[in-house]
């Protein structure tokens, strides 16, 4: 298992990094991301995040906060709990 010290200068790197349930999570991002078209930076836009935030998050490197995730759901015109049937949450 990865720490978050193996990674200098990378911000926000969860404890949880690549745990199942993120990895399933940021692949669920992906997919719907991908089926609709929408550039990762252009989701990260729309959600109002930093686009290299977004790529963390759909690696499954950060543990995203709620209200976080509600903002990508948000922008992936999904309810939240369209988005955590699709990663089997």
Partial sequence: MHSIHDHPGVPNLSS???NPQLVAL???IKRIR???KISQE???L????D???MGRVERGDNNVAL???AKIAAALDVTL?????????
């Fill in 16 to 18: 949880q990094r690549q």
């Fill in 26 to 28: 940021g692949n669920a």
């Fill in 34 to 36: 991908l089926e609709n």
């Fill in 42 to 44: 252009k989701l990260a």
């Fill in 46 to 49: 729309r959600a109002e995040l």
């Fill in 51 to 53: 686009r290299s935030y």
């Fill in 67 to 69: 209200l976080t995730l």
């Fill in 81 to 89: 709990s369209h988005l955590l049937k699709e990663a089997n949450l």
